[in-house]
């Protein structure tokens, strides 16, 4: 099983955060348009709309395919260490609620293996191409 680098990683969080603020700038785009948000549309409620939105982001497409978007481009996946798919969504809840602590991400640049989301929740990140 090959690990995917801190720069993979890096580049799979920047893409991520680039096609999360696509789909969610159109979502709230639409509502706009709609007509729901006249008074309602602030910046303060914008990010509370999105931080619900980012959760989902991740846990429907980490929980049902096993990767994001950006995981999908470079051709990496969540692999379970305990190698359990009993209580898989439970690894994903944790691994989803684990991205909100601040700064989490830069912990893969100490240990050069995991991200802080990672660690709680016994998950690595590997190219897809590796035997597991």
């Not at 789909?23 to 602030?42: D, E, F, R």
Request: with cysteine.
């Amino acid at each position: 099983m090959k690990l995917a680098s801190a720069g993979l990683r890096f580049l799979n969080f920047v893409l991520d955060l680039l096609i999360f603020s696509f789909i969610c700038t159109i979502i709230i785009y639409l509502i706009a348009k709609i007509g729901i948000w006249n008074s309602l549309y602030t910046s303060r409620n914008i990010k509370i709309f999105c931080i619900p939105c980012y959760f989902l982001y991740y846990f429907i497409s980490e929980y049902s395919f096993h990767i994001t978007p950006a995981k999908l481009i470079t051709q990496t996946k969540i692999h379970n260490i305990n190698k359990t798919k009993k209580y898989f969504i439970v690894y994903i809840m944790i691994r989803t609620l684990a991205r909100f602590i601040p700064f989490e991400g830069l912990v893969i640049f100490f240990s050069r293996k995991q991200c802080l989301h990672d660690f709680i929740s016994n998950t690595v990140v590997i190219n897809k191409s590796s035997n597991v």
